[in-house]
């Protein structure tokens, strides 16, 4: 099956600083990748939806300046938290989807990156 | 904002029992899936049923739907130890560009 990488898997920064985490679907092309959150056992929130070659589509509630999004490849996504702090740490997750809507819309996740802003 | 209520929350039983965990939803879906997460990873995608579908099976698993209750239910036969995860669903509507909205998720611990 189709696989996606995410790194790094945890990360621990001072407050203040920049923390990027990277998406890559190793055995296909993603068009579109999706950043999720998510806080200890609850479910994901999706954060934004990231398309290759143009903008990312933020949630409603996500800050566009505190949560960059870079799709810059057909196979590479990122996601920077600008200036972390505490609250900023959480559980975040990628997913690469390889098909279209309907039938063929599944994702396919990265492992994780645990972020924990000191 | 997330769309998919579970119950139960949370699930413990022992090896060899059946795992049921429920889905509801608010608005009409182009399908709907059901995801597996371990502890601390990402997640799995276990099966996908259309929105005209009822019913699908994959192995161990059954997935029911029914469109007129917005409502799906997961069923693990013979569970294992190593079925011990959060199990979610997620829907997908229609010109949404691809979202997933999941659910809150169910905890199933299988104990041998």
């Known amino acids: 099956g189709a696989v996606v990488s995410q790194h790094p898997s945890r990360v621990i920064c001072k407050s203040g600083t920049s923390v990027k985490i990277e998406c890559r679907s190793l055995?296909?092309?993603?068009?579109?990748m999706f950043w999720y959150r998510q806080f200890p056992k609850q479910s994901l929130m999706l954060m934004a939806t990231?398309?290759?070659?143009?903008?990312?589509?933020?949630e409603q509630g996500v800050e566009k300046d505190k949560f960059l999004i870079n799709h810059a490849s057909l196979t590479l996504s990122t996601l920077t938290v600008t200036s972390a702090h505490p609250e900023d740490s959480s559980f975040y997750i990628c997913?690469?989807?390889?098909?279209?809507?309907?039938?063929?819309?599944?994702?396919?996740f990265g492992a994780g990156t645990r972020l924990s802003v000191l | 904002s997330q769309q998919g209520e579970e119950d139960p929350q949370a699930l413990s039983i022992q090896e060899g029992e059946n795992a049921t965990m429920n889905c509801s939803y608010k608005?009409?879906?182009?399908?709907l899936q059901w995801y597996r997460q371990n502890s601390g990873r990402g997640l799995v995608h276990l099966i996908l049923?259309?929105?005209?579908?009822r019913e699908k099976h994959s192995g161990r698993l059954r997935v029911t739907l029914d469109t007129s209750k917005k409502s799906s239910s997961l069923l693990i036969t013979a569970s294992r130890a190593a079925d011990t995860a959060s199990y979610f669903c997620?829907?997908?509507?229609?010109?949404?560009?691809?979202?997933?909205?999941f659910g809150q998720g169910t905890e199933l611990s299988v104990k041998p």
């Open positions: 049923i259309r929105s005209n579908e």
């Open positions: 055995d296909f092309q993603a068009t579109t």
């Open positions: 990231s398309n290759e070659g143009s903008k990312a589509t933020y």
């Open positions: 997913s690469a989807r390889v098909g279209r809507q309907g039938a063929k819309n599944i994702q396919y």
């Open positions: 608005t009409s879906i182009n399908n």
């Open positions: 997620a829907t997908e509507r229609g010109n949404q560009g691809g979202k997933l909205i």
